[in-house]
């Protein structure tokens, strides 16, 4: 389908449906520069991810994580909302969409000016971190100039904790309010719109299959086939901002 026509398409379905919830995935971030994970040019090409108990476990595979993590800093703070988070943006400030659950870290949801309240982050926020003892928070900026000057991360100072970076890792606990609210949101639509996602993460990739199997109609705006792919109404391989940018004209539903 052409994008003409997958926007054309989405922009019905929207305006047909009583409640969207929407999905995205580090797709819907690589036109501000921030790379995804599993595309061709994807930051797994080079770093396999640094699984939480090894994390915890060794001092060397944090200072690898705080490594990766400064090497991409630049990126993420010169990063600015997308056509598409400015589309999702719109989507709920219309009340077409209640809210976004998103798998991303970089903070550009909030940047587009969508409330805290309306942003499920599944995976955390990276651009903050906390210890994981006492749960305080520490700035970026700090553990940046730590780290730069003597080659480790600090611990946290107040308890000594391991400071870890507000994301959550893989082998690391999922929020379990986040989980909550992000079911309850999958349940209460019924329209499910996927953003840039692999669909490969689970329990992430599980909402947009709770959505469908409650009777919601789904949409996959993915470049790459997704596993999901087969049980979606509609499909389109396109590029996120092209096919978004065209529903910033739409009006609030009656
Ligand atoms: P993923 O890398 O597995 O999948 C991203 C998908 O987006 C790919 O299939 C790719 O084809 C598609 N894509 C890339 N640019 C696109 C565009 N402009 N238009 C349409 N499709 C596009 O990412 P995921 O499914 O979100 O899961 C990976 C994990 O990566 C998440 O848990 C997330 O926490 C983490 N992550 C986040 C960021 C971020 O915050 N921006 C970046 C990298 C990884």
Same mark, same amino acid.
């Given at each position: 389908?052409?994008v003409k026509n997958?926007?054309?398409?989405?922009?019905?379905?929207?305006?047909?449906?009583?409640?969207c919830?929407?999905?995205?995935?580090?797709?819907i971030?690589t036109e501000s520069?921030i790379?995804?994970?599993?595309?061709?040019?994807?930051l797994?090409?080079n770093?396999m991810?640094i699984?939480?108990r090894d994390?915890?476990?060794?001092?060397?595979?944090?200072?690898?994580?705080?490594?990766?993590?400064?090497?991409?800093?630049d990126k993420f703070?010169?990063?600015?909302p997308?056509?598409?988070?400015k589309?999702?943006?719109?989507?709920i400030?219309i009340g077409?969409?209640?809210c976004?659950?998103?798998?991303?870290?970089?903070?550009l949801h909030?940047?587009?000016?969508?409330?805290?309240?309306?942003?499920?982050?599944?995976h955390?926020n990276g651009?903050?971190?906390?210890?994981?003892?006492c749960h305080?928070?520490?700035e970026?900026q700090?553990?940046?100039?730590?780290?730069?000057a003597?080659?480790l991360?600090p611990d946290?100072?107040?308890?000594?904790?391991?400071v870890?970076s507000a994301?959550?890792?893989?082998?690391q606990s999922?929020?379990?309010?986040k989980?909550? +609210?992000?079911?309850?949101?999958?349940?209460a639509? @019924? &329209?499910f719109i996927?953003?840039?996602?692999s669909? %490969?993460?689970? *329990?992430a990739?599980?909402f947009?299959?709770i959505?469908?199997r409650n009777?919601?109609?789904?949409?996959?705006?993915?470049? +790459?086939?997704?596993e999901?792919?087969t049980?979606? @109404? &509609?499909?389109?391989?396109?590029?996120?901002g092209? %096919?978004?940018a *065209?529903l910033?004209d739409?009006q609030?539903?009656?």
């Amino acid at each position: 389908m052409t994008v003409k026509n997958i926007a054309a398409k989405i922009r019905e379905m929207i305006e047909t449906s009583r409640q969207c919830a929407i999905f995205t995935g580090a797709g819907i971030s690589t036109e501000s520069g921030i790379p995804d994970f599993r595309s061709p040019t994807g930051l797994w090409k080079n770093n396999m991810p640094i699984d939480f108990r090894d994390f915890v476990a060794s001092e060397e595979a944090r200072v690898e994580a705080w490594r990766r993590k400064f090497a991409l800093e630049d990126k993420f703070l010169a990063a600015r909302p997308t056509r598409g988070h400015k589309a999702v943006a719109h989507l709920i400030e219309i009340g077409r969409a209640t809210c976004v659950i998103t798998q991303n870290i970089d903070n550009l949801h909030q940047a587009s000016g969508i409330d805290d309240n309306q942003i499920i982050e599944l995976h955390g926020n990276g651009t903050y971190a906390t210890c994981l003892t006492c749960h305080r928070r520490h700035e970026m900026q700090w553990i940046g100039e730590v780290f730069k000057a003597s080659g480790l991360p600090p611990d946290c100072t107040h308890c000594g904790g391991i400071v870890k970076s507000a994301t959550i890792s893989f082998g690391q606990s999922m929020p379990e309010q986040k989980m909550r +609210e992000a079911e309850a949101a999958s349940l209460a639509c @019924d &329209l499910f719109i996927v953003l840039g996602s692999s669909l %490969v993460v689970y *329990p992430a990739a599980g909402f947009p299959i709770i959505a469908k199997r409650n009777g919601a109609g789904l949409v996959i705006i993915n470049q +790459e086939e997704t596993e999901l792919d087969t049980i979606a @109404d &509609l499909v389109g391989h396109n590029d996120i901002g092209d %096919v978004m940018a *065209p529903l910033m004209d739409l009006q609030a539903g009656s």
